[in-house]
């Protein structure tokens, strides 16, 4: 078993709906929590990053973790054709050194927002 | 906008050639990693290094792959010889003190 799942999709939505998308995890070391886009053929752009239980906003997006039930979301409003892309999710444990931590991604949601 | 450098974008090559990937993290950033991308899956750590010193390397197949960051600033990721199963996409990502990273665009190997 993976120590991060993620429905790869494909997830199919009129321009302007809610896009829902979410990943469960195993290892409760893991305390960060990103969120990337990625467009074909480019690399992962971070979209949200947060390390603590509830709701962080920005713009259209909503970050979502549920630290208790190892599950983490992330919320598109008003979707556009150009959201459509693949979502990761990557997640680590705490800093515990000066040296960043390695993240662990999900195998990434392909979302198609159609006009 | 900083951004996180690497070439080439895309690399054709044949089973059991040498092939190497550069790249040129964001400014001031001490930590660069190294991640393979498989078609389909998520990224996977190859090598974290801060600094010039290599502070993670247990994903690394170290029979035919090696990086140095020999300044502490750019770095190099090399095959050799190259197998099939390497067709991947390779990201190098940056960050400074904190968990968030940076990505590059990757460079797209395909193995013939």
């Known amino acids: 078993q993976k120590e991060v799942e993620q429905d790869p999709g494909p997830l199919s939505v009129p321009e302007g709906a809610i896009v829902s998308l979410n990943c469960t995890y195993s290892n409760s070391a893991f305390q960060y929590f990103m969120w990337y886009r990625q467009y074909s053929r480019k690399g992962p752009e971070l979209l949200m990053y947060t390390y603590s239980s509830g709701n962080k906003e920005d713009g259209r997006f909503t970050a979502q973790v549920d630290k208790s039930s190892k599950y983490i979301s992330l919320f598109i409003r008003d979707s556009q054709p150009s959201d459509s892309a693949t979502y990761l999710c990557a997640m680590s444990p705490p800093l515990i050194k000066a040296a960043g931590n390695k993240l662990t991604f999900g195998g990434g949601t392909r979302v198609l927002v159609k006009p | 906008e900083a951004e996180v450098a690497q070439s080439p974008r895309y690399k054709i090559t044949e089973k059991s050639q040498a092939v190497a990937f550069w790249c040129d993290p964001i400014s001031g950033h001490a930590t660069l990693y190294w991640y393979r991308q498989i078609l389909g899956q998520g990224p996977e750590l190859l090598v974290q290094?801060?600094?010039?010193?290599?502070?993670?390397d247990s994903q690394l197949p170290k029979d035919r792959f090696s990086a140095e960051r020999l300044k502490g600033v750019d770095s190099t990721l090399k095959i050799q010889p190259a197998e099939l199963g390497d067709s991947a996409m390779y990201l190098c990502?940056?960050?400074?003190?904190?968990?968030?990273?940076?990505f590059g665009p990757g460079t797209r190997l395909t193995v013939l």
């Open positions: 290094f801060q600094d010039e010193s290599v502070v993670d």
């Open positions: 990502a940056s960050s400074s003190s904190g968990n968030e990273q940076f």
